[in-house]
Antibody
Framework: EVQLVESGGGLAQPGRSLRLSCAAS????????MHWVRQVPGKGLEWVSGISWNSGDIVYADSVKGRFTISRDNAKNSVYLQMNSLRVEDTAVYFC????????????????WGQGTLVTVSS | QSVLTQPPSASATPGQRVTISCFGGNSNIGSNTVNWYQQVPGTAPKLLIFGNFQRPSGVPDRFSGSRSGTSASLAISGLQSEDEADYYCATWDDSLNGPVFGGGTKLTVL
């Protein structure tokens, strides 16, 4: 059974940092691209970042470019999102999502999602 | 403001058919396949339709998808109370070099 479990969310002050983790199991993690998608409570979905199977291709939404860094450790079956210079508007539930493809640009078919972790940015 | 435009709400009675539209442009829907997600509030999104019209295993054939030009549609026939949820379209945008989502449509089963 595929499982994605996010952790690392919480309360942070504007300008500070948080690191989210997503632990994967139930599939050959190293073969697939992974993404982060966020959702402001009560609002719609917003794609944040994606990383290819071998970390060779990484893309970011303009809203987080230069502040967030996605990475993965295939030996630990995990993907991470380092969030720096946090802003109030980064407050959201952050989901990690698996794709059935190895590259990021293969599309938006997110076949499995984690349950999400809430990040609150407030002073 | 989402790149893909969906109606904010839709409603129908049990047993009826409802259609949700998703409008985009040449750099997104016009060039790439569309996927649809169902999200019950408080839970993670679930892949409902991929590749414009294909259903993952376990998704009832009451759900169907289509794409024409720069728009796509999700149709739900034989509506059931359990279909009450938020629905999102998504595709890749060549200009933005990343995935884009529609703003979501809240479906109410009356």
């Amino acid at each position: 059974e595929v499982q994605l479990v996010e952790s690392g969310g919480g309360l942070a002050q504007p300008g500070r940092s948080l690191r989210l983790s997503c632990a994967a199991s139930g599939f050959t993690f190293q073969d697939y691209a992974m993404h982060w998608v966020r959702q402001v409570p009560g609002k719609g979905l917003e794609w944040v970042s994606g990383i290819s199977w071998n970390s060779g291709d990484i893309v970011y939404a303009d809203s987080v470019k230069g502040r967030f860094t996605i990475s993965r450790d295939n030996a630990k079956n995990s993907v991470y999102l380092q969030m720096n210079s946090l802003r109030v508007e980064d407050t959201a539930v952050y989901f990690c999502a698996k794709t059935p493809h190895s590259i990021v640009a293969a599309g938006t078919r997110f076949d499995y999602w984690g349950q999400g972790t809430l990040v609150t940015v407030s002073s | 403001q989402s790149v893909l435009t969906q109606p904010p709400s839709a409603s129908a009675t049990p047993g009826q058919r409802v259609t949700i539209s998703c409008f985009g442009g040449n750099s997104n829907i016009g060039s790439n396949t569309v996927n649809w997600y169902q999200q019950v509030p408080g839970t993670a999104p679930k892949l409902l339709i991929f590749g414009n019209f294909q259903r993952p295993s376990g998704v009832p054939d009451r759900f169907s998808g289509s794409r024409s030009g720069t728009s796509a549609s999700l149709a739900i026939s034989g509506l059931q109370s359990e279909d009450e949820a938020d629905y999102y379209c998504a595709t890749w945008d060549d200009s933005l070099n990343g995935p884009v989502f529609g703003g979501g449509t809240k479906l109410t089963v009356l």
